[in-house]
């Protein structure tokens, strides 16, 4: 067995969180993580993230993970509940079929319930009625199945049915919360969190013209990456870690591309991994972080205020009305910067500061969707 990588704490959680599709860079991550002995003393899960992690747990191989995301198709898990939608129209719950997902977590997910599990896992739902987060695993919600909480942690609103578990309508956790990190804070000395679907926000081209489905995504994408957002800003946990591999390029629910997913998880794990040093014995915050420096363009600057609102101890406005950065370089985490993308004219620029002094300007607003 390979000794656990010097630097990671012996308690340690994995939070592997929603991004559709996204989430098979999930596998290449547990990949990064096993080569280095790195094992989590506790996992945690919203969507397909809740769906690796219980797979993880019944303890299937990084391999077996890999060919099942490798040979499913788009009939395998969407098919349109045609006769719901002629019988029921508007009062239909769903777009597509539960079965197809059904089957895929009944073949992933371990049976039985959560008491029954050697590493204690935490699936992260909402429940519809109630407007409230739950998150089976914890104490008091324990003896469900697990293949329903998972199957729940799946459902996106609008395109699966909600699943009634102990008379609670359970959804996607990801309404809520999409990287479940708080919920393991208080039993672990750190935590790893890999995040697929809140990594760099990228604009979309012609929404409008891709039918409701693609409009409520990208909604539910912008809601879930400044729910994120504010969790990250008032972290008060223990050491996190946070994986950010590069998918932001890839729709959510693309299965062209899931080697280049799984790849991208691998090597922002192995990244993260070997660059954290001894970070996570530390008290507390968010890591990796670099030394950034900020700049403004004067031409663009319309002189909204958004940024000084927004980021006051790092943006203020001068005496002609233009915003100006406050000189640096400053310390940042991946979970820094938002008020970045929140500049109307993108007046704002980020640039990265190597260990070797050079500097290299981040892409702070992508394009996709053409």
Known sequence: MTP???????????????????????????RALEERGVRPTLIAGTSIGAL???AYVRGLTIEHMEDRAL???????????????VVKRML??????????????????????????SIPLLVNTVDLERGTQVTWGLPGLQDVRVTDAVYASCALPGFFPPRVIEGRTCVDGGVMENTPAMMVARHVDAVIAVDVGSTSLTAARRVREKGFASIFMRSAQLMMRSLQQMQL??????PLLLVRPAVWQFNWFSFAHTRAMIDAGYDAACEALDGVGDALYSAGGVYPRRRVELSVDRDRCTGCGVCATLAPDLMHLDADGKAVAVRGPHQWSRADGAFIHECPVQAIAVEVIGEDGRRHRTMEHKVVGD
Do not use: N
């Open 4 to 30: 656990q990588r010097a630097g990671i704490p012996p308690r340690v959680a994995l939070v592997l969180g929603g991004g559709g599709l996204k989430g098979f860079a999930h596998i290449g991550a547990l």
């Open 92 to 117: 239909s719950p769903s777009l597509y079929l539960e079965q197809p997902l059904q089957h895929i977590v009944d073949s992933l997910a371990p049976e039985g319930t959560f008491r029954d599990l």
């Open 71 to 85: 040979s499913l198709r788009k009939p395998d898990l969407f098919r349109v509940d045609h006769l719901g939608m």
């Open 52 to 54: 690796i992690a219980a």
């Open 233 to 238: 800003t008032a972290w008060r946990g223990p």
